[in-house]
């Protein structure tokens, strides 16, 4: 067999009703990210487990949400191009869109487009809490880009939004606490500022899925874009301290040789699974490791029971992060627990 990409709707259900019931506690609203999948099916999992909608990365993560009838829909992205302006304009008239800006050239730009199609455009100022990607500088620069914008015909500033992912990975439970939680006065401080101009700033959105226990502690922040979590990757895990979630996303491929008794390789490597942030691991195997990945094998190193795998067995591997590794498939078929239910598409813009 070839290698093939694995989703169990038990065990993401689970996942993704955890993290539902912890935003739920911590009082917010929950936007999850779909980056990792842009899939109408888990969408709508989602929105019906209490998500108010959904963040996307793209234009075309936005259209397929909106055509998939998702009501809210944040592009956490910036855009310039004419052509995806334009598509914007189409999906505000199919879902509540937001957008995000960082710069007045964005702003406008949305407000061109805006008067050429009709329509209106609710804008949140992206601002830099520390990531060092994009977003303006908090409180002073934001304020005075909330302040023109939202002068512009066509354009509200209804919000911020500020992203946390530099400390996901941070080792030390206090440390990464004080720091979110310090990202998170950032967005409070400017939040005021702008509510002090006779600005809306209803929406504070923050909040991965490495972060969001702790961004949701502030009381600035309204909503949570926590989403890759539903899968279970074995980086939120092991590396940002997600508990209670369990892998949901496996690969499951075969041996293909057994070159001695302490090792064996399978059929699929980095064009399967991309190990860059956090490598694959054996599930159901006491004593089989991976050991290493190249472009068509991965090898793993074998102990005990595991010596006994044979040529022709399948081997299921948890995907270290889903983002990486999803869309270098073409379809994911689709389980509950043992039962094979369906076949879907990857999404690809």
Same mark, same amino acid.
């Given at each position: 067999?070839?290698?093939?990409?694995?989703?169990?709707?038990? #065990?993401?259900?689970?996942?993704?009703?955890?993290?539902?019931?912890?935003?739920?506690?911590?009082?917010?609203?929950?936007?999850?990210?779909?980056?990792?999948?842009?899939? !109408?099916?888990?969408?709508?999992?989602?929105?019906?487990?209490?998500?108010?909608? #959904?963040?996307?990365?793209?234009?075309?993560?936005?259209? #397929?949400?909106?055509?998939?009838?998702?009501?809210?829909?944040?592009? $956490?992205?910036?855009?310039?191009?004419?052509?995806?302006?334009?598509?914007?304009?189409?999906?505000?008239?199919?879902?509540?869109?937001?957008?995000?800006?960082?710069?007045?050239?964005?702003?406008?730009?949305?407000?061109?487009?805006?008067?050429?199609?009709?329509?209106?455009?609710?804008?949140?100022?992206?601002?830099?809490?520390?990531?060092?990607?994009?977003?303006?500088?908090?409180?002073?620069?934001?304020?005075?880009?909330?302040?023109?914008?939202?002068?512009?015909?066509?354009? @509200?500033?209804?919000?911020?939004?500020?992203?946390? /992912?530099?400390?996901?990975?941070? !080792?030390?439970?206090?440390?990464?606490?004080?720091?979110?939680?310090?990202?998170?006065?950032?967005?409070?401080?400017?939040?005021? @500022?702008?509510?002090?101009?006779?600005?809306?700033?209803?929406?504070?959105?923050?909040?991965?899925?490495?972060?969001?226990?702790?961004?949701?502690?502030?009381?600035?922040?309204?909503?949570?874009? $926590?989403?890759?979590?539903?899968?279970?990757?074995?980086?939120?895990?092991?590396?940002? /301290?997600?508990?209670?979630?369990?892998?949901?996303?496996?690969?499951?491929?075969?041996?293909? +040789?057994?070159? +001695?008794?302490?090792?064996?390789?399978?059929?699929?490597?980095?064009?399967?699974?991309?190990?860059?942030?956090? !490598?694959?691991?054996?599930?159901?195997?006491?004593?089989?490791?991976?050991?290493?990945?190249?472009?068509?094998?991965?090898?793993?190193?074998?102990?005990?029971?595991?010596?006994?795998?044979?040529?022709?067995?399948? #081997?299921?591997?948890?995907?270290?992060?889903?983002?990486?590794?999803?869309?270098?498939?073409?379809?994911?078929?689709?389980?509950?627990?043992?039962?094979?239910?369906?076949?879907?598409?990857?999404?690809?813009?």
């Amino acid at each position: 067999m070839s290698a093939e990409l694995r989703l169990d709707l038990d #065990v993401m259900e689970r996942n993704a009703q955890r993290l539902a019931s912890d935003i739920a506690a911590l009082g917010k609203l929950w936007r999850p990210h779909i980056k990792a999948h842009c899939q !109408p099916h888990i969408a709508r999992t989602l929105v019906k487990l209490g998500a108010c909608g #959904v963040t996307a990365a793209n234009v075309f993560e936005v259209d #397929v949400m909106a055509d998939a009838g998702i009501p809210s829909v944040l592009l $956490a992205h910036l855009v310039a191009a004419t052509a995806d302006l334009d598509r914007l304009a189409a999906a505000t008239r199919k879902t509540e869109l937001l957008v995000t800006v960082d710069h007045f050239v964005h702003a406008e730009l949305y407000s061109q487009t805006a008067q050429r199609h009709g329509t209106s455009f609710r804008i949140l100022i992206d601002i830099d809490v520390g990531m060092g990607r994009t977003g303006c500088r908090p409180r002073v620069d934001a304020t005075q880009l909330a302040v023109a914008a939202n002068r512009l015909p066509g354009i @509200e500033v209804v919000g911020i939004m500020g992203y946390e /992912g530099h400390l996901a990975a941070v !080792p030390d439970v206090e440390e990464k606490r004080t720091a979110v939680l310090d990202s998170m006065n950032a967005l409070q401080q400017t939040r005021d @500022e702008i509510i002090r101009q006779g600005i809306r700033c209803d929406i504070v959105s923050a909040g991965g899925s490495g972060t969001f226990a702790t961004a949701g502690l502030h009381p600035a922040v309204t909503e949570l874009q $926590a989403g890759g979590g539903i899968f279970g990757d074995l980086f939120y895990q092991q590396q940002c /301290g997600l508990s209670g979630t369990s892998p949901a996303l496996t690969v499951v491929a075969e041996v293909v +040789s057994r070159p +001695s008794l302490v090792q064996a390789v399978l059929n699929c490597g980095r064009k399967a699974i991309n190990p860059v942030l956090h !490598p694959p691991e054996v599930l159901g195997i006491p004593g089989a490791t991976v050991k290493s990945l190249s472009a068509e094998h991965t090898v793993l190193s074998l102990e005990g029971d595991a010596q006994d795998l044979k040529i022709g067995n399948n #081997v299921t591997l948890a995907v270290g992060y889903s983002d990486h590794s999803l869309l270098m498939h073409r379809e994911i078929q689709i389980y509950r627990g043992e039962q094979h239910v369906d076949v879907w598409p990857v999404m690809r813009g």
